[in-house]
């Protein structure tokens, strides 16, 4: 028994921490070294990604959009994507690395995955096709919507109000049907 | 086949004319003209004998009950790989979700994975970064606890309206077990983790998608569990066997599933899941992120679209369930008038923290149209708010967190159907 453990278990080896291990933090920690231009990327991207999520990662049928939706957000229909949404550089470069091409996932190189990202990043417009990702700039890029987040502010917003003893009896004077179900399912037989 | 199962079939003939009378033939009980036939004439299974206990090492539920399934929805997802089903809540009772039906979430699929092949990684900020079998963790002290799972998005296609005609449809992403597992802390002590307050666990499943998501070390060390069983027996393949993790009164998402390996970390690791995904859209373009808890949230399942009053006027059980991810369930309003009137219901039992709790209303139905609605309460004191009150507050875009009231209207037919009212 260890310092009032169980001792169960075994040491982890290194080579299985850095199997498994593969996180990137926002600031770039778990990053392996290695880089990938946007021209490198169109290719690698048309070969491994451009069947579902278009050419210019635009997305094919309902295959996730990638690319544009700037300013969109507050519409009735935010198109939410790469550029227009996400906060982290970080997010893409694990997210390709780990669980794309959907199907074939954890097949890609470090290399691959820096210029996939560059690539992704030109089809947002936030680059030129110059652009070469690597690990040395890859923390100094910032993301068109990272300050449009904030913490769950429910318990402020929303909590105080909706805590009150609720009203039983003559509540409102009249109710109307205002929607009905646009989607009718029926039972199987 | 058994003898008395290949028999023909006087009562195959029957059971067909059972279920083409099903509609009536509770109703009819009361009004029945001449002896019942069912009564009075000796029956094949009061007569023949049964299936034999060799029949079944392990059983389905009965044919007659082949309707209560999982459903999915096709045209919600691009791939039923990365897709949901819902729980068919309208079709069961009490509080326990049965495993077979109850509802699948995955990103890229249900994975096959042995206990043989099992391995679980605990890492990052820790003295001793350790990999245990599944064996191992069996040996760890364990707890048994029921708690709800509620997929972040259920009820989710309903913010911008009235869409899906049934309680299974609009809040079958549940599912409600007994869960027998380690706590973390055990684990994360077990590794000597550093477990100061400002410090993260980041977890991540076996799978293709990882699921990977960050916990701060306060819930890590409350009541997070590393789950083996569930039900009293093990996790079902698609529900993360042989090991899940189980976040009480958070959303779905964070319950990762064919857990393999949990990092220390000293911040969120911002993943995918919680960037992309699960973070929740203002009205003026700004999201909410980390936004875990599920909170208050009820449904009447039965009248409901998919259970409809076929008995007529009279004795009527309103039925429903309410849940809580900040605690117990303390109350149930149900309205029959669409919110203009309310009395309290009553709960099936005491409700457990974090877990779905049954209420019921019996009612003598006057055969008149009723807009049926309930209203939760917890122990904090939070009302279930109105779908207008979360739109106020939030718009219509967060897709996830609806636990807006439901209204259901029943017609003079018994007919329900999913409403929005003013």
Redesign the interface.
Known sequence: E?????G?????HAE??AA??V????DGRGLPEGAGDVFTGEEVFAAKCASCHGDFAEGV????VLAGGF?T??D???V?T?GS????L??VW??VH??MP??E??TLTADETYAIVAYILYSNDLVDDEFELSSENFAEFEMYNKD???????PD???AD???E???????D????????????S??P | MSDALSRPSRRAFLKGSAAMAAGTVAGAAAAQSGPDPLITELQDWASYTGAGVDETPYGMPISFESHVVRRNVEWLTASPISSINFTPIHALEGTITPQGCAFERHHSGAIELSKQDYRLMINGLVDRPLVFTYADIERFPRENHVYFCECAANTGMEWAGAQLNGAQFTHGMIHNMEYTGVPLRTLLKEAGADISADKWVYVEGADASSNGRSIPMEKALDDVLVAFKANGEALRMEHGYPVRLVVPGWEGNMWVKWLRRIEVVDGPVESREETSKYTDVYEDGTARKWTWVMDAKSVITSPSPQMPITHGKGPLVISGLAWSGHGQITRVDVSRDGGITWETARLGKQGDTKALTRFYLDVDWDGAPMLLQSRAMDETGYVQPTKAQLRDSRGENSVYHNNCIQTWYVNEQGIAENVEVS
Request: hydrophobic fraction near 35%.
């Open positions: 260890r310092d009032g453990a169980f169960l278990g075994r040491a982890a299985e921490l498994w291990d996180d990137v933090l926002p049928d309902n295959w996730p300013d957000l507050a009735k229909d935010p939410k790469v949404y996400w906060p982290y970080s997010t694990d997210y780990r669980s959907f199907g996932a954890g449009g987040f904030v913490i769950d502010d429910r917003r929303e909590y909706w805590s009150a609720p009203c039983m009896e003559n509540c409102k009249e109710v109307k049907i205002t929607m009905r179900s646009v989607f009718l399912v039972e199987p």
